[in-house]
C-alpha cells in the first residue's frame, strides 16, 4: 500500500469547512484513498473512500486530484465534536486486506 | 447488533501475569482484525481471521501473543507473560468479504502493565 502525508495538525473554527490534505505521490491505479477518523478514547470511524472520482457522503466530501497524487477530505460545518484524529489511508480492495495507518492529523475545532 | 463490543474496556495487570481480551464482531462479518496503539500513534496491524482461519500475522505478535477466533464468531487475543512493552489499547474490527465500505472497530481494550 502507498505510504501517505499528513500534516500533524490543524485547527478550525466552528461552523466553517475543514479541509484536510492527504499526499499519496505514489499510489497505484488500483489502490483506494480511505479516511478514517479516531476520537479520545474510542476505535477509529471510517468517513469515506474513494478511487478516482470524488464522493460525498453524510459525513464528508473527498476530493481526489485528476493525477491521484493527493486528496482532501471536508468537513462542511465543522462541529466541536469533529475534533479528532483523522487517518488518510491507500489501500488495495480486495487484495492486501490490512490498513496501515500513520499517525495522522489531529483536527481541533475552536468555538 | 449494536456493532464491535470489546471486553474488557480497561485492564491493569502485573508484569509477568497473562491477560486475554475478547472482541465480538458484527454477526455477519467474516473478517475479524486485532490492531494495537500505543501513545501519539496510529493503530498497527497485528493478525487477522476469515472466519476461523488465521490468514496474517504481524511480525509485531511475538511469541507470547496467541489469537483465536474457533467458531468464526467471537475472538479472544491472549498475552502471556505480559511485559511493560505491552502496554497499549488493542482495537478489534471486523467487516465483509466483498465489501469495500471498511472495516468497523470496536472502542478497544486498553491495557496497563505495571
Known amino acids: 500500500d502507498a505510504k501517505t502525508t499528513q500534516p500533524p495538525s490543524m485547527d478550525c473554527a466552528e461552523g466553517r469547512a475543514a479541509n484536510l490534505p492527504c499526499n499519496h505521490s505514489?499510489?497505484?491505479?488500483?489502490?483506494?484513498v480511505y479516511w478514517y477518523r479516531q476520537i479520545h478514547s474510542q476505535g477509529p470511524q471510517y468517513i469515506i473512500h474513494?478511487?478516482?472520482n470524488n464522493e460525498t457522503n453524510e459525513m464528508a466530501s473527498l476530493i481526489i486530484t485528476e493525477d491521484r497524487k493527493s486528496s482532501t477530505l471536508i468537513l462542511p460545518h465543522a462541529t466541536l465534536r469533529d475534533t479528532a484524529v483523522y487517518y488518510c489511508?491507500?489501500?488495495?480492495?480486495?487484495?492486501?486486506?490490512?490498513?496501515?495507518f500513520g499517525t495522522g492529523t489531529r483536527l481541533t475545532i475552536i468555538p | 447488533d449494536t456493532g464491535v463490543s470489546q471486553n474488557p474496556r480497561h485492564k491493569i495487570t502485573k508484569r509477568g501475569q497473562n491477560v486475554t481480551f475478547r472482541c465480538d464482531p458484527i454477526?455477519?462479518?467474516?473478517?475479524l482484525y486485532w490492531y494495537r496503539q500505543t501513545l501519539g500513534q496510529g493503530p498497527e496491524f497485528l493478525t487477522y481471521?476469515?472466519?476461523?482461519?488465521?490468514?496474517?500475522k504481524s511480525r509485531l505478535l511475538s511469541d507470547r501473543f496467541s489469537a483465536e477466533r474457533p467458531k468464526g464468531s467471537f475472538s479472544t487475543l491472549e498475552i502471556q507473560r505480559t511485559e511493560q512493552g505491552d502496554s497499549a489499547m488493542y482495537l478489534c474490527?471486523?467487516?465483509?468479504?466483498?465489501?469495500?465500505?471498511?472495516?468497523?472497530f470496536g472502542s478497544g481494550t486498553r491495557l496497563t502493565v505495571v
Open positions: 454477526s455477519e462479518h467474516n473478517r
Open positions: 489511508i491507500s489501500r488495495i480492495n480486495f487484495g492486501n486486506e490490512k490498513l496501515t
Open positions: 474490527a471486523s467487516s465483509q468479504t466483498g465489501s469495500n465500505y471498511g472495516y468497523t
Open positions: 481471521f476469515q472466519n476461523e482461519a488465521q490468514l496474517e
Open positions: 505514489t499510489i497505484s491505479g488500483n489502490e483506494y
Open positions: 474513494g478511487l478516482k
